[in-house]
């Protein structure tokens, strides 16, 4: 199992509301090795149950396996940090190798919240399009000129995603099998 490692670069009792919360983040591959690129598309998420608040974490990946992710404190209290390895590099290139990212079939779920108000949409990957009234996400060196996109949500801002979940069942199983492959050619 490929795994992450999170720690925050600031001391917790000294975060107040309205900094920037810095979190680093290291990716290890199957067998414990640290990653040695980056290129892995990550969302993160900071939360606050109790009173519903979330935030997504803006990602910048430092190309060599790990990454900085930066939240806004907007509350005041505790709040939880969760990030998740949605396709390591591997398969972010096997996916911008073997399909038409314009094409309908590769589509994802997202999920908009506030702590009050929830809004799904739909999300796809583009390259080389012109798109308004849309939520951008980029990551150049996992995605390079392609952007992954969802539909706007009707009362929340960009900034309120949430969770995103492919539509597609069989997609990680081809992805883990390319990441095997890649990490047996590497190894030899």
Same mark, same amino acid.
């Given at each position: 199992?490929?795994?992450?490692?999170?720690?925050?670069?600031?001391?917790?009792?000294?975060?107040?509301?309205?900094?920037?919360?810095?979190?680093?983040?290291?990716?290890?591959?199957?067998?414990?090795?640290?990653?040695?690129?980056?290129?892995?598309?990550?969302?993160?998420?900071?939360?606050?149950?109790?009173?519903?608040?979330?935030?997504?974490?803006?990602?910048?990946?430092?190309?060599?396996?790990?990454?900085?992710?930066?939240?806004?404190?907007?509350?005041?209290?505790?709040?939880?940090?969760?990030?998740?390895?949605?396709?390591?590099?591997?398969?972010?290139? $096997?996916?911008?190798?073997?399909?038409?990212?314009?094409?309908?079939? @590769?589509?994802?779920?997202? &999920?908009?919240? #506030?702590?009050? +108000?929830?809004?799904?949409?739909?999300?796809?990957?583009?390259?080389?399009?012109?798109?308004?009234?849309?939520?951008?996400?980029?990551?150049?060196?996992?995605?390079?000129?392609?952007?992954?996109?969802?539909?706007?949500?009707?009362? $929340?801002?960009?900034?309120?995603?949430?969770?995103?979940?492919?539509? @597609?069942?069989?997609?990680? &199983?081809?992805? #883990?099998?390319? +990441?095997?492959?890649?990490?047996?050619?590497?190894?030899?």
């Amino acid at each position: 199992m490929n795994t992450i490692r999170l720690y925050l670069r600031h001391q917790k009792n000294k975060i107040k509301k309205g900094d920037f919360v810095e979190v680093v983040l290291e990716a290890f591959d199957n067998y414990g090795y640290r990653r040695p690129r980056g290129g892995d598309l990550i969302v993160a998420v900071m939360a606050n149950e109790l009173s519903h608040q979330r935030t997504a974490g803006r990602v910048f990946d430092h190309g060599n396996g790990s990454y900085s992710i930066y939240f806004y404190a907007a509350w005041t209290g505790k709040a939880s940090i969760s990030a998740t390895l949605m396709y390591h590099r591997e398969g972010a290139l $096997l996916l911008n190798h073997q399909y038409d990212y314009e094409s309908t079939h @590769l589509k994802w779920g997202a &999920k908009f919240t #506030d702590g009050k +108000i929830e809004q799904f949409t739909d999300c796809t990957v583009i390259s080389d399009w012109i798109w308004k009234d849309v939520c951008e996400f980029i990551n150049p060196v996992s995605l390079g000129k392609t952007s992954f996109v969802c539909e706007k949500p009707g009362k $929340l801002p960009c900034e309120s995603l949430t969770e995103i979940g492919h539509q @597609l069942d069989n997609m990680n &199983k081809i992805v #883990d099998e390319e +990441i095997g492959r890649a990490s047996c050619r590497e190894r030899v």
